[in-house]
């Protein structure tokens, strides 16, 4: 029932980190869907680890690179997604409203994959593995 609890709680994590994202790309005063392209870092940002889980045996030595690696280019992949709002307010394509409902969004939204990680990442009865 644990499980349950917590994936119910991620996904409403979800849909309000989706939610600061679209108010920053539909509001009348902002009417720009530039900011869209941060979808891309969401998706991106957990294949870099769940590659490296896949690979990684906890008893070779060379394991802790591969996760190392893979902990590096998730990071970068999370603060690119930080910086592209940044850089298109600077640029003038969207305002600095928008910006902030779009940093806002992406907070929440990498929290709540943080969150899924640290609740179904490890090899427990309820392992997001078994789905």
Same mark, same amino acid.
């Given at each position: #029932? ?7 709680? !991620?996904? /409403? ?6 939610? /600061?994202? #679209? ?38 030595? #060379? ?18 997604? /930080?910086? !592209? ?30 969150? /899924? ?15």
């Amino acid at each position: #029932m644990a499980g349950i609890k917590a994936l119910i709680s !991620l996904s /409403f994590g979800g849909a309000i980190g989706l939610m /600061f994202l #679209m108010l920053g790309c539909a509001l009348p005063i902002y009417n720009q869907y530039w900011p869209l392209f941060v979808l891309f870092f969401y998706i991106l940002s957990p294949i870099p680890y769940c590659i490296a889980r896949r690979l990684v045996d906890d008893t070779d030595a #060379m394991s802790n690179a591969c996760k190392e690696l893979a902990i590096f280019l998730t990071t970068g992949i999370v603060v690119s997604a /930080f910086g !592209l709002p940044i850089v298109f307010a600077r640029a003038h394509l969207i305002a600095w409203g928008a910006c902030a409902l779009v940093l806002t969004g992406n907070t929440v939204i990498f929290a709540t994959i943080l969150g /899924f990680f640290l609740v179904f990442g490890s090899n427990d009865d309820f392992s997001w593995q078994q789905w």
